[in-house]
């Protein structure tokens, strides 16, 4: 399995009643053989510009596992993209190397955060110089 960030904007004239848009998402996901991990409603936000004629949408985020066989990330996103419900999705995958940040941060007892995200600076450049 590997990890994913989604965020989904969906149609802002279905705020009020977002649950069969979400049903339809997680049933997409969970055909593709998907878990969903965490999932976030970030509310209605306005659009930097116009997509579909709309100028706002409520955003959707979530975290989820999908299988590692070819194309189950492809598929959907196509099946996202022809959702009448959907005005844009964008699924990427998580970054191993940010994982490893968080987790080393977590580990860290005590100490300053400001420190902390110095250090972690140091450590990822130290890495890409490898």
Do not use: C
Not at 57 to 85: Q, S
Request: net charge negative.
């Amino acid at each position: 399995m590997r990890e994913y960030e989604l965020t989904v904007l969906i149609h802002p004239d279905l705020e009020m009643n977002l649950q069969p848009a979400l049903d339809k998402v997680k049933k997409i996901i969970e055909e593709a053989g998907g878990k969903i991990t965490k999932e976030v409603d970030e509310g209605k936000k306005r659009l930097a510009y116009s997509i579909a004629g709309q100028d706002f949408a409520v955003y959707y985020y979530f975290e989820l596992d999908l299988p590692d066989e070819k194309g189950k990330a492809r598929k959907v996103t196509d099946m996202l993209d022809i959702a009448d419900e959907i005005l844009r999705s964008l699924l990427v995958t998580v970054d191993e190397n940010r994982l490893r940040m968080e987790a080393k941060r977590k580990a860290r007892k005590g100490g300053n955060d400001d420190e902390s995200e110095d250090a972690d600076a140091e450590e990822a450049a130290k890495e890409k110089e490898e």
